[in-house]
Nanobody, 114 residues
C-alpha cells in the first residue's frame, strides 16, 4: 500500500501509544495528512489533521491528549496518544490528500483496557 501504519497495540487505560504512518510512496505532494478511527459498529471519525504548513486540528474527544505531527521531507505522520481511555479503542487509519487523489492506510488496531 501507499500508506503503511505501525504502532498499534494493547495498552491499559492511562497509558500511551504512538502511531506512525509512512507515506513515502505517495505522489505527488501531500497536502493534508490525517488520522481517522473506526470503532466496532460505529462510523469512521476524524481524529486529527495536519496541513503541510503545520496547522493542526483535533476532535474534541482527543484534544489535550493526542498530538499529530508530520515530516514533509519523509512524507510521514505520527500520532502521539497519551492518557488513553477505553473509548479510544478502534482501528486507526492514516489518510493523505493530494491534488490527484486521496490515500488510505490499511488500519492499525488500538485497544485500551480498563
Amino acid at each position: 500500500g501507499y500508506l503503511v501504519e505501525s504502532g498499534g497495540g494493547l495498552v491499559q487505560a492511562g497509558g500511551s501509544l504512538r502511531l506512525s504512518c509512512d507515506g513515502s510512496r505517495v505522489f505527488p505532494v501531500i497536502n493534508t495528512m490525517a488520522w481517522y478511527r473506526q470503532a466496532p459498529e460505529k462510523q469512521r471519525e476524524l481524529v486529527a489533521t495536519v496541513t503541510r504548513g503545520g496547522t493542526t486540528n483535533y476532535a474534541d474527544s482527543v484534544k489535550g491528549r493526542f498530538t499529530i505531527s508530520r515530516d514533509n521531507d519523509k512524507n510521514t505522520v505520527d500520532l502521539q496518544m497519551n492518557s488513553l481511555k477505553p473509548e479510544d479503542t478502534a482501528v486507526y487509519y492514516c489518510h493523505a490528500e493530494t491534488v490527484i487523489r486521496d490515500y488510505w492506510g490499511q488500519g492499525t488496531q488500538v485497544t485500551v483496557s480498563s
